[in-house]
């Protein structure tokens, strides 16, 4: 804890398979705090998978639900550990939300080891279309980039690295 408030969230951003999730679930346990996941929430507000939601509502439906699930998360009076879904950031008032309310890491890795990471990408709808997960990542990333610099407050790169040590590199950038 620092300062005179209560600790911030500890958030995880970056691409699809960059490894939010899993390193999220490892810091909260190392933190003793709970572990929250965007897409989890935003599965709960819509009663129904990320997959069905963009199927049912749209890209854009599923954005807004995204940014109901950042407000919630960051609304929590007690600190958490947020893994974002990877588009969270490409919206500037999730940026500023996370931001205010969160130390913000980005995870980082080439595409061709997010691709690797995602496999066939099955549950995730943006890699469902036409090109490979690799061709996809490749521009997202190019995309994307700017979004995430202007998020992040770290950088961790997860590029053959175990969940442990991406874990415990988080732990060692996050400022409370
Ligand atoms: C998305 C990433 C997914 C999920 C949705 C859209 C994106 O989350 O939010 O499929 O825009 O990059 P993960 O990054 O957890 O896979």
Same mark, same amino acid.
């Given at each position: 804890?620092?300062?005179?408030?209560?600790?911030?969230?500890?958030?995880?951003?970056?691409l699809m398979g960059a490894?939010?999730?899993?390193?999220?679930?490892?810091?909260?346990?190392?933190?003793?705090?709970?572990?929250?996941?965007?897409?989890?929430?935003?599965?709960?507000?819509?009663g129904v998978s990320v997959?069905?939601?963009?199927?049912?509502?749209?890209?854009?439906?599923?954005?807004?639900?995204?940014?109901? =699930?950042? &407000? $919630? %998360?960051?609304?929590?009076?007690?600190?958490?550990? @947020?893994?974002?879904?990877?588009? +969270? !950031? #490409?919206?500037?008032?999730?940026?500023?939300?996370?931001?205010?309310?969160?130390?913000?890491?980005?995870?980082?890795?080439?595409?061709?080891?997010?691709?690797?990471?995602?496999?066939?990408?099955?549950?995730?709808?943006?890699?469902?279309?036409?090109?490979?997960?690799?061709?996809?990542?490749?521009?997202?990333?190019?995309i994307r980039e700017a979004?995430?610099? =202007?998020? &992040? $407050? %770290?950088?961790?790169?997860?590029?053959?690295?175990? @969940?442990?040590?991406?874990?415990? +590199? !988080? #732990?060692?950038?996050?400022?409370?």
């Open positions: 804890m620092s300062g005179d408030g209560p600790a911030r969230h500890l958030v995880l951003v970056g490894g939010k999730s899993t390193v999220g679930r490892r810091c909260a346990k190392r933190l003793d705090r709970p572990f929250v996941d965007t897409d989890e929430l935003v599965e709960q507000l819509a997959a069905e939601c963009f199927t049912l509502l749209g890209e854009a439906g599923f954005r807004e639900l995204e940014q109901q =699930a950042v &407000a $919630d %998360a960051c609304a929590s009076p007690e600190p958490l550990v @947020i893994a974002c879904g990877g588009g +969270a !950031v #490409l919206d500037g008032s999730n940026r500023r939300r996370l931001h205010d309310a969160g130390f913000v890491v980005w995870l980082q890795a080439p595409p061709e080891v997010l691709a690797e990471r995602v496999g066939g990408g099955e549950d995730r709808p943006l890699l469902a279309g036409g090109s490979t997960p690799i061709t996809t990542l490749e521009r997202l990333a190019v979004a995430y610099e =202007a998020a &992040a $407050d %770290a950088v961790v790169d997860t590029a053959g690295r175990s @969940i442990d040590d991406v874990a415990h +590199a !988080v #732990l060692a950038e996050y400022r409370p």
